[in-house]
């Protein structure tokens, strides 16, 4: 594998890419004291605090990485919360929702990103979790903190709604092969495809007799479900699907 630099080591997606050596991982804070020159690729995992709060019109963070690697190999990490709600969405979806800062300015990086070389990996990644290890405000993070404050089961959809889910484990999988292969440039998505219901992650991952144990149960009347198409991923590095939602419901069970 040529020399990778790893910018975000902060971040929680580090979990999935903590096989690159440590000396080649940095914050977003040490970018002035990289000799960039030594380095073929680029996987930047750093997303400044203010773009979930407004969106941004400069990119000056990123257009500074980028062009330290123009014309080089460049992965991206982005979102699923790009597209709508639906089932099976494609990376040709056009329909993309751009109301909110966070995905808005992930969209705008992706663009800025293909302006500064042909040879990028971008990633649009659904729910990544570990069972006992997950991003503050997503999905898992509120379920498990508002259980463990008052046994306390709070969603504003139906939990009939299906939702797309990935393992750190299966990402890291991935990634350790993407970084090797050297071709089919383009965008990706990363997750699981088969779309698992509220009512079952929280069973599964908070315990089977949740519903029965707790203290308040909200639930929404709107069914709201998406989960991604992966057909171009596990076709270009020859994965089975089934394997990738089994080791999700695995993750999901570990006590």
Known sequence: MRR????????FLYNAFNFVEKHNTFSHKQ?????????????LLSFPRKYFLKK?????????LFKKF??????????SKLYPMKIKCSEKIKDINLNMPYVY??????????KYTRKFYIYRISNAFLKNKYAKKTF????????????????????????????????????KKMLKIEKNFGVYNL??????????????????????????????????SQTLDITK????????????????????KKK
């Open 105 to 114: 300015n992930k969209f705008m990086i992706e663009n800025i990103l293909k």
């Open 233 to 252: 991923l596990t076709t270009l590095l020859k994965l089975k699907k089934k394997d990738i939602i089994k080791e999700t419901l695995k993750e999901m």
């Open 31 to 43: 970018i002035n004291k990289i000799n960039f020159d030594k380095y073929d690729k680029l996987v």
């Open 70 to 79: 123009k014309n080089k190999e460049i992965h991206y990490i982005s979102t």
């Open 140 to 175: 898992f993070d509120i379920l498990v903190n508002n259980w463990n404050k008052n046994k306390t089961i709070n969603f504003d959809i139906n939990f009939k709604s299906q939702k797309d889910f990935i393992s750190i484990n299966t990402l890291k999988m991935i990634f």
């Open 4 to 11: 990778v630099c790893l910018i975000g080591k902060n971040s």
């Open 191 to 224: 997750g699981a495809e088969k779309g698992i219901n509220i009512q079952k992650v929280i069973k599964l991952f908070i315990n089977n007799n949740a519903f029965e144990e707790a203290n308040l149960l909200i639930e929404g009347s709107k069914i709201s």
């Open 56 to 64: 941004e019109k400069k990119f000056l963070f990123e257009k500074k």
